[in-house]
């Protein structure tokens, strides 16, 4: 399995751009990278995932390098509701749909008002 | 709004006592997982399922099983609690390989367990 490095914790302004890198020098080159994130006092929900090109949805972007070995999450305009711990996880596409991820302690994010 | 619940949300227990932790998602999802989340561990996987009837163990089995008679049921069991499974259990579900493809894992608001 691919490890991951991520910051313990960032702060950023409200209504700032956030960018929450993730570290994975050794992920596979069939490894999706997924990113999930933990509101306080709930599970942790879906963000986004992606396998070689940068990728938006309607919560944030993924902009992953070209040697894959790193990724960044981009919350274009935080607002206090993104504070939570924000997780980056490999997972080999041969799983896809069949997912089994694993969280590693992740990002917590703060968010200045 | 889709939906995976868990029984309850807050469960204290003695120890030695068999304990279940129930969860059932109505989107008819094929997978079904139990993690528990300990405060600098993150969340660790226990026990998931991609099928009916079907189990497959986790990173951290020792001292749990599970059972999923239907599909929108997955249940954890400790055998015979003890202190050190004190935690905070979290259940998810997924579409699955069959479905169409991805938007990941829905998880459950969480189940914090205290053994006593």
């Known amino acids: 399995d691919a490890k991951t490095t991520q910051p313990n914790s960032m702060e950023s302004n409200e209504e700032e751009p956030v960018h929450l890198p993730c570290n994975h020098s050794t992920i596979s080159g069939t490894d999706y990278i997924h990113w999930y994130r933990q509101l306080p006092s709930q599970g942790p929900e879906y963000v986004i995932h992606?396998?070689?090109s940068n990728v938006n949805n309607r919560m944030a972007s993924l902009a992953i390098a070209e040697d894959r070995k790193s990724s960044t999450l981009i919350l274009h305009r935080a607002t206090l509701r993104d504070a939570a711990v924000y997780y980056c996880i490999p997972e080999p596409i041969s799983n896809f749909g069949n997912e089994k991820l694993t969280f590693g302690t992740g990002t917590r994010l703060t968010i200045i008002p | 709004d889709v939906k995976v619940t868990q029984s309850s949300r807050y469960l204290v227990k003695r120890t030695g006592e068999k304990v279940f932790l129930e969860c059932v998602q109505d989107m008819d999802h094929e997978n079904m997982f139990w993690y528990r989340q300990d405060p600098g561990l993150g969340l660790r996987l226990i026990y998931f399922s991609y099928d009916v009837k079907m189990k497959e163990k986790g990173d951290i089995p020792e001292g749990y099983s599970v059972s999923r008679e239907k599909k929108e049921r997955f249940s954890l069991i400790l055998e015979s609690a003890s202190t050190n499974q004190t935690s905070m259990y979290l259940c998810a579900s997924s579409l699955g390989r069959y479905g169409t493809g991805g938007n990941g894992y829905t998880f459950g608001s969480g189940t914090r367990l205290t053994v006593v």
């Open positions: 992606g396998l070689t």
